[in-house]
């Protein structure tokens, strides 16, 4: 980082996006000409995204119209919109996840499906170089095969996966910045930042104001519009509420249960982190939290016909 004392190497960012933005520079090696290159690759990630989510929708049993319904919201999103056209990594970390749920899931129909847990743990950690928050899936993904009694694919996943982690983990340790100032830990330190502004007796009211936050930005899904007003966040806060009790209704469902395992270990990590949940730091569950508002939309609209 040679903006900063020392020049310390960047050991806070997984090194994905870093190698795939090396191909603009070797491309145009004159900045900002090279952005047009960049935003492309950024771009050019939407539509494998949005062919997985599709895919997966269809494993959990969606209709066709309902579907498209669903890939629709997803594509037309603001949100969506606004992190895959700048640089970073929610729709890379976004489609290296969902290709590694289908794997899991085409695993569990196997009589011995440790190949597809192999593939899985492997693009699970492919997932991870792209995004440091994905490491809870070489927690998510051995449990949930744990919890179908499948010993030897959830060794499978763990031991495919471990390389990355392990990788990645270690070079970045080796290499990181003695500095235990506020701004060389929050450049360099993931890790370190968060140990130097959360301390165990700060987590009660860090974990119940990150999850009031968590709430009203799942909402967001729904109604992205920014409004401050008492009434939105209601709205919003219904709308968390109706997505998190329809997938707590379907928690039984075995092609639902391993983004289940990963969203939970996921908003345990959001809920103790220092920074406030937003919808770009829980990207990688909207699609869950699409699939659930549909169901929901869907009871919603039975109740009413049996009503009238």
């Not at 020049?7 to 145009?28: C, D, F, N, R, S």
């Not at 830990?185 to 119940?208: E, I, K, R």
Request: hydrophobic share 55%; with cysteine.
């Amino acid at each position: 980082i040679s903006s900063l004392p020392q020049t310390p190497y960047e050991t806070k960012y997984p090194p994905l996006l870093p190698w795939l933005l090396t191909i603009p520079w070797l491309i145009q090696p004159r900045f900002p000409q090279n952005l047009v290159i960049a935003t492309a690759i950024q771009w050019a990630m939407i539509p494998p995204f949005l062919w997985l989510c599709a895919a997966w929708f269809r494993r959990v049993g969606l209709s066709e119209p309902y579907r498209w319904l669903a890939v629709a919201v997803l594509a037309i999103q603001p949100y969506t919109v606004m992190f895959a056209g700048s640089l970073a990594t929610e729709t890379l970390y976004g489609s290296f996840l969902l290709a590694s749920l289908i794997a899991l899931d085409k695993a569990r129909q196997q009589v011995d499906g440790s190949r597809w847990a192999a593939l899985a743990g492997l693009l699970a950690g492919i997932g991870y170089l792209a995004r440091s928050a994905g490491v809870v899936a070489i927690v998510a993904g051995p449990l949930v095969f744990l919890a179908w009694k499948k010993r030897r694919e959830a060794l499978a996943f763990f031991l495919a996966m471990l390389p990355m982690v392990a990788g990645w983990m270690t070079w970045a340790r080796i290499h990181q910045s003695s500095s235990t100032d506020f701004v060389s830990l929050y450049n360099t330190n993931y890790l370190g930042f968060q140990l130097a502004n959360v301390h165990w007796n700060d987590l009660g009211a860090v974990a119940w104001t990150n999850f009031a936050h968590m709430l009203y930005e799942m909402g967001a899904l729904l109604f992205p519009s920014e409004d401050a007003s008492f009434f939105m966040q209601l709205v919003r806060d219904t709308v968390a509420i109706a997505i998190l009790w329809r997938l707590f209704c379907r928690r039984r469902d075995p092609v639902l249960q391993p983004y289940l395992w990963f969203a939970a270990l996921s908003m345990v990590e959001l809920l103790v982190w220092h920074f406030p949940p937003n919808l770009r730091l829980m990207y990688p569950l909207i699609p869950l939290f699409v699939v659930a508002l549909i169901w929901e939309g869907q009871n919603l609209a039975q109740m009413i016909r049996r009503s009238l």
